[in-house]
Nanobody
Framework: QVQLVESGGGLVQAGGSLRLSCAASGSVFSINAMGWYRQAPGKQRELVAIITSITRSNRTNYADSAKGRFTLSRDNAKNTVYLQMNSLKPEDTAMYYC????????WGQGTQVTVSS
């Protein structure tokens, strides 16, 4: 089992920044991917960014909407993944969910990000 604790959401004006954190505990040795999805009202949940670890090398993938503005990083010692979000836009408003793949996928409880215009 993997437990996830998210933090860092909030209300910010357009152009501002936020950093989301997701700390994993439990069976962290089996984690091979960590990242973030988001879901806006009335829309499907979509990938924002994810780090996958394959044969000891990490690969980070970003949604087109996140490229150039968001940065995903991972602190292996803390089993934590961070999503630094800069130049936020109102369309980034959504519930953001931490996503981890270990023996199976795990989801965080979600943290709200609201960007005002």
């Amino acid at each position: 089992q993997v437990q996830l604790v998210e933090s860092g959401g909030g209300l910010v004006q357009a152009g501002g920044s936020l950093r989301l954190s997701c700390a994993a505990s439990g069976s962290v040795f089996s984690i091979n991917a960590m990242g973030w999805y988001r879901q806006a009202p009335g829309k499907q949940r979509e990938l924002v960014a994810i780090i996958t670890s394959i044969t000891r090398s990490n690969r980070t993938n970003y949604a087109d909407s996140a490229k150039g503005r968001f940065t995903l990083s991972r602190d292996n010692a803390k089993n934590t993944v961070y999503l630094q979000m800069n130049s936020l836009k109102p369309e980034d408003t959504a519930m953001y969910y931490c996503y981890v793949v270990a023996s199976r996928p795990y989801w965080g409880q979600g943290t709200q990000v609201t960007v005002s215009s």
